[in-house]
C-alpha cells in the first residue's frame, strides 16, 4: 500500500488566514463589481458601409479579406491606457499585422488563435470566434485602425468585428463587454462570469503549487509515486490537456490562463500537438515558430507552479500521400504504427525532438530540455501494434500500403527464423505453426503474413502467440531505443512514458502492450464515457441534425440499457509497481449526466493510487461560453475542481488496500494466457471507427471487475511461475443482490442500482448522481438531501483538519448545464438535435438542504456564498445547525464562529 497523502503546501506565504481572505474578499469585491461598463473600451466593425448580410455575426455583416487584403476603420479611444487588441474572425488562418495611426509601428500576428467558437447556421465549415492580437499603449483621442494580411500569405477569411479593451475581456459570441444576455427559463439560471478579478478567496488553491514549477526539483519516481527529487516530497497531479490552440496564444493571455488553471488546483498541463508540418512535400519540417510558442506557454505556467508534460506525435496528425514519397503507397492515409519500424520515419521524428528540447529559450536562455518544469515527455500518442488500427491481414484495403506491408512482413520472417534456427519458413508453418496461414504469406520472397487481431485474440493458436511476440518487440525496440535517445543523447532528464492506448482484446492483448510499455518510467492510458452520440462530424463536434442519448457512468448499464460491468474510465489497474497517468479523459458532450465525472476521478483516483489525471480539454482562458463535444471549463466540470482538486492531491480520501493481485509470467503473457479481469475498452467516437464492423471485444474474465470498485487491481510481471492470484475478502465490500460496492477503506459507497456514490471520509463528505431518489443522506458529520434530479454536493476542508475538527470549510454544489437554445426532436431517449444553441450557458438551479450531525459541529457556523470566481456574491448568513441552497450559489465558505 503506497505511502498516504495529503501533500503539504508548498507556498506557505501565498496562505492567507480566513479573517485575512474575508476582509479582501469584503475590501475588493465591491471594486470588482463596479467597474464601468464601456468606460475603458471600444467595439467597431470590421465590415464597411454597404456589406454583405450574414446571419450570426455582429451588426449582420462581415468582411472577406484575401492574399494581400486590406481594411481600416476611424476609432475614438475613450481613455489613455494599455489596449488589447481582440478580434472576431472566421476560423480560416491568416497571419495579419496592424496598427493604430499611420505612423506607429506595426504589429505582426502570423497565428490567431481562437476561443468561444460559434457554428453559423449548423455548418461545421463556418465557424467564427475571437482572438487577442496584441497590446498597445493609447491616447485618447480619434485614430485610424490599420490591418492587413502579411506578405506571402496565402489564405483568405473574414472579419466581423474588433474590440480594444484596457480590462481583461469576456468573449461572448457578438454581445458587447456592456451586454449580459438574461434568456429567462424555468429552473435555469445563466452563466456568465466576469473576468476573474483574481482576488483573494477560498477557493484559490494556487498555494497549493511551487512558488515556482520545480523548486522541489525535478519529478522522479519512486517505486509507484512521482517525488519531487530533491525533496523527495510525493505528489499528485492534477492537470488538463491543451492543444495548439492555447499554445498559441500570447504571452498576456497565456499568464491569466496559468493563473486560472491553478487557482482550481491544476498542476499538470499536457501540451498536445505538432510542432511540425504534418503533410504535403514539406512534412515533417519543424516550425521554430510553434517551438517558441511551447516555450512560452511552459514559461507562463511555470510561474504559477504548473509542471507541464509534452506530447508531440499522433498518427491521426499526419497524412501521406505521393507528396511524401518517402513513404510509398500511402494516398491520404494516416501511418498507424508505421514509426515502430519505418527508420526514416524515426529519423524525422527524432529530429522533432532535438529541435523542440534544445533549441534555447530567446528569453531565458535555456532549452526545454534543462528545465525542471516539464516533468514528462510521451513518445506516441495512442498507437499500438495490437490495436485495430493494425490491420495488414486487410492487404490493400488496411492501414499499411503495400510497400510497407511487405517491409513488415520480411522482418517478421526474419524475426520467425531467429526464434527457429533449425526450420524453414515451410518447417516452420507446416510444422511448428501446424499450417496456420495468412493470405499474404509469400514464403518464396521471404515474407510472412499477419492474421488480423480478432482471429489472433480469440484463437490464440502458437501463429498468433509468435505474431503478438514480434508486434511486441517492434514496440519495445522503439521504445528502448527512444528512451536512450531521449535519456542519454539529448539528456532529457525527467520522466519518459511511451505510449496510452488499448488493444484489440483487454485480456489477453492489453497485458503484453503494457509490458512493451514498461520501458519507460510508469503507465499511460487514454479513457472516455459516451452515451449514444452519432452522425455527421460526432466524433469530434456537436451540430444539428445529430442524434444522440445521455448516459449515467453510474448506473453500469451499456448503451442499449442493458447491465454491464464497470466501463467507467477512471478505473486504473496498476502494472508492475508503477505510476500510473490518465493522460485523457472526459464524459464526453452530449450528455447531461456529467455532473459525477470530477467528484469520481477525485474520490476513486484517491481510493486506487491513481498519480495523475489529465482532464481533456481546455480551450478557453476561463471558461467556455458555449461547450463543444470535450469541454472543459463549464461549471459542471472546472466548476467542480476546487473541492475536487482538494480531495485528490491532499489525499482526503484514502487509499485501499489492494482487493485483487495478479502475477503473471512472462512465458504466460507471450502464450497469451490473458488477464483474469475484463475492463471495457473506453473508446472515445473518434477512435472507436477503428473498430471492424460488427467486432465488440468481449473477453471472458475470471475475476468480478466490481473489485476496481473496492481498492487497487495490481499486476506484476514475475520469471519464474507465478504464485496464485491473491483475492482480498470482498464478500461485504460487493453486495450484488443490493447493487452496491463499498471501499474496503469503507470511505466510498458505489450504489450502481440507484445511481449514486457517496462519500464517507473524515476529511471530506458528500454525493453525486441521482439525488433527489436517493432521500437524504446521513454522513458522519452532516446530512444531505437534495430536490435536484441529478448533481453533486461536497464538504470538504479547507484548513486540512478532519470535518469534525474544521474551523473553515468548502460547500461545492453543481447541477447541469445546457446551452441556450438547445432543442432536440424528441425531448428525451434517443434523439435528434435541431439547434446547437448559444451563448449564454444556462445552469440547471440548485436546491438541497446541509445539516450538521456532529456535535462538534452545532455551532456558530457564518456561510459566505461565493460566485463562480470565488467573489462574494451576498452577504455573509447564519448557518449554525444548516444550510439551505440557493439556485445560483455554486460555493459556500463556512467558518466556525470564535
Not at 97 to 118: A, F
Not at 434 to 451: C, I, K, M, V, Y
Not at 454 to 482: C, E, P
Not at 636 to 652: D, E, K, W
Request: contains cysteine; hydrophobic residues 40%.
Amino acid at each position: 500500500m503506497r505511502a498516504t497523502l495529503p501533500i503539504p503546501c508548498h507556498s506557505e506565504r501565498r496562505h492567507l488566514s480566513p479573517e485575512w481572505v474575508l476582509a479582501l474578499l469584503l475590501l475588493l469585491a465591491p471594486t470588482h463589481l463596479a467597474v464601468g461598463a464601456g468606460l475603458d473600451w471600444v467595439w467597431f466593425e470590421a465590415e464597411p458601409a454597404g456589406a454583405g448580410n450574414e446571419s450570426g455575426v455582429s451588426n449582420g455583416r462581415m468582411v472577406w479579406l484575401p492574399p494581400g487584403g486590406k481594411l481600416q476603420a476611424a476609432v475614438r479611444i475613450p481613455g489613455d491606457g494599455t489596449y488589447t487588441l481582440w478580434i472576431r474572425k472566421f476560423w480560416n488562418p491568416q497571419g495579419i499585422r496592424w496598427r493604430l495611426g499611420t505612423t506607429s509601428d506595426w504589429k505582426e500576428v502570423p497565428d490567431l488563435s481562437l476561443t468561444d467558437l460559434q457554428i453559423l447556421d449548423g455548418d461545421s465549415s463556418r465557424r467564427i470566434g475571437w482572438a487577442p492580437a496584441g497590446r498597445l499603449d493609447l491616447k485618447a483621442g480619434n485614430h485610424e485602425f490599420q490591418l492587413e494580411v502579411l506578405s506571402g500569405d496565402q489564405h483568405t477569411t473574414a472579419y466581423d468585428c474588433f474590440v480594444l479593451s484596457q480590462s481583461p475581456f469576456v468573449p461572448r459570441g457578438f454581445a458587447h463587454p456592456d451586454e449580459l444576455p438574461n434568456p429567462q427559463r424555468p429552473g435555469w439560471f445563466v452563466f456568465q462570469p466576469a473576468a476573474d478579478p483574481f482576488i483573494a478567496t477560498p477557493i484559490d488553491l494556487r498555494s497549493l503549487n511551487e512558488a515556482s514549477a520545480g523548486d522541489g526539483g525535478r519529478i522522479a519516481r519512486r517505486a509507484d509515486q512521482f517525488i519531487h527529487h530533491r525533496t523527495g516530497m510525493p505528489l499528485r497531479f492534477w492537470g488538463v490537456n491543451v492543444g495548439m490552440d492555447r499554445v498559441r496564444i500570447d504571452r498576456e493571455e497565456a499568464g491569466r490562463f496559468a493563473r486560472s488553471l491553478a487557482k482550481r488546483g491544476v498542476n499538470l498541463v499536457r501540451i498536445h500537438g505538432p510542432i511540425y508540418a504534418t503533410e504535403g512535400p514539406d512534412f515533417g519540417r519543424v516550425d521554430m515558430r510553434r517551438n517558441r510558442q511551447v516555450q512560452r506557454l511552459v514559461a507562463a505556467l511555470k510561474q504559477e507552479g504548473i509542471y507541464t508534460a509534452l506530447s508531440i506525435y499522433f498518427p491521426l496528425w499526419v497524412k501521406f500521400d505521393a507528396s511524401t514519397p518517402a513513404f510509398a503507397g500511402y494516398q491520404g492515409g494516416h501511418p498507424f504504427a508505421l514509426l515502430y519500424f519505418h527508420e526514416e520515419f524515426q529519423r524525422i521524428y527524432r529530429q522533432w525532438w532535438i529541435s523542440l528540447l534544445q533549441t534555447p529559450d530567446p528569453e531565458s536562455g535555456h532549452a526545454l530540455r534543462d528545465e525542471p518544469a516539464v516533468a514528462f515527455l510521451e513518445m506516441i500518442n495512442e498507437d499500438s501494434t495490437l490495436f485495430w488500427t493494425f490491420n495488414p491481414d486487410r492487404g490493400a484495403k488496411g492501414n499499411l500500403p503495400d510497400a510497407q506491408r511487405e517491409t513488415l512482413e520480411r522482418r517478421f520472417a526474419d524475426w520467425t527464423r531467429r526464434h527457429y534456427p533449425n526450420f524453414s519458413l515451410d518447417q516452420i508453418r507446416s510444422q511448428v505453426w501446424t499450417n496456420t496461414t495468412s493470405p499474404q504469406d509469400n514464403l518464396a520472397e521471404g515474407r510472412l503474413g499477419f492474421r488480423g487481431l480478432y482471429d489472433i485474440a480469440h484463437r490464440r493458436t502458437r501463429r498468433d502467440q509468435d505474431t503478438v511476440s514480434f508486434l511486441a518487440d517492434l514496440m519495445i525496440a522503439f521504445h528502448r531505443s527512444t528512451y536512450d535517445f531521449l535519456r542519454i543523447e539529448l539528456g532529457y532528464p525527467g520522466l519518459i512514458y511511451c505510449s496510452n492506448w488499448k488493444t484489440a482484446s483487454p485480456t489477453y492483448l492489453d497485458p503484453v502492450d503494457k509490458q512493451a510499455n514498461l520501458i519507460g518510467d510508469f503507465l499511460d492510458r487514454h479513457g472516455y464515457f459516451e452515451g449514444i452520440h452519432e452522425g455527421n462530424n460526432a466524433t469530434w463536434n456537436i451540430e444539428p441534425g445529430q442524434s444522440y442519448d445521455d448516459r449515467s457512468a453510474l448506473l453500469l448499464r451499456g448503451e442499449n440499457g442493458l447491465p454491464k460491468a464497470p466501463d467507467n474510465p477512471l478505473f486504473d489497474i496498476e502494472y508492475d509497481r508503477r505510476p500510473s497517468m490518465v493522460s485523457e479523459v472526459n464524459w464526453s458532450l452530449p450528455n447531461r449526466f456529467r455532473a459525477d465525472m470530477i467528484p469520481l476521478g477525485s474520490a476513486y483516483g484517491g481510493l486506487l493510487g491513481t498519480d495523475a489525471i489529465v482532464w481533456f480539454v481546455a480551450q478557453s482562458t476561463e471558461w467556455d461560453s458555449v461547450p463543444g463535444k470535450f469541454s472543459t471549463q463549464t461549471p459542471v466540470v472546472a466548476g467542480q475542481f476546487p473541492a475536487a482538486a482538494l480531495i485528490f492531491r491532499q489525499g482526503l480520501i484514502q487509499a485501499a488496500p489492494e482487493s485483487v493481485r495478479v502475477s503473471m509470467s512472462m512465458d504466460d503473457l507471450r502464450a497469451l494466457k490473458g488477464l483474469p479481469l475484463q475492463l471495457s475498452q473506453n473508446l472515445d467516437s473518434l477512435r472507436s471507427t477503428g473498430l471492424p464492423a460488427g467486432v465488440t471485444p468481449t473477453d471472458p474474465a475470471s475475476l468480478d471487475p466490481l473489485a476496481l470498485l473496492a481498492g487497487p487491481v495490481r499486476v506484476d510481471w514475475v520469471d519464474q511461475k507465478p504464485p496464485p492470484t491473491r483475492i482480498a475478502d470482498l464478500s461485504t465490500a460487493i453486495r450484488h443482490d443490493e447493487k452496491r460496492v463499498t471501499s474496503l477503506t469503507g470511505e466510498l459507497e458505489w450504489d450502481y442500482g440507484l445511481g449514486l456514490v457517496t462519500l464517507r471520509s473524515p476529511l471530506a463528505q458528500g454525493y453525486t448522481g441521482f439525488l433527489a431518489a436517493a432521500g437524504s443522506r446521513q454522513l458522519p458529520d452532516v446530512s444531505m438531501e437534495s430536490s435536484m434530479e441529478y448533481g453533486s454536493m461536497l464538504l470538504v476542508p479547507l484548513d486540512r483538519l478532519p470535518l469534525s475538527e474544521s474551523r473553515s470549510m468548502l460547500l461545492q454544489v453543481a447541477s447541469e448545464e445546457e446551452p441556450f437554445g438547445w432543442k432536440t426532436e424528441p425531448t428525451t431517449g434517443k434523439r435528434r438535435i435541431t439547434s446547437r444553441g448559444s451563448a449564454p450557458l444556462l445552469v440547471r438551479e440548485f436546491s438541497g438542504l446541509v445539516r450538521w450531525n456532529s456535535p462538534s459541529l452545532r455551532a456558530r457556523w457564518k456561510a459566505t456564498p461565493l460566485d463562480f470566481n470565488g467573489v462574494i456574491a451576498g452577504a455573509a448568513f447564519e448557518a449554525s445547525s444548516e444550510i439551505r441552497l440557493r439556485p445560483n450559489i455554486p460555493y459556500y465558505w463556512l467558518r466556525a464562529s470564535p
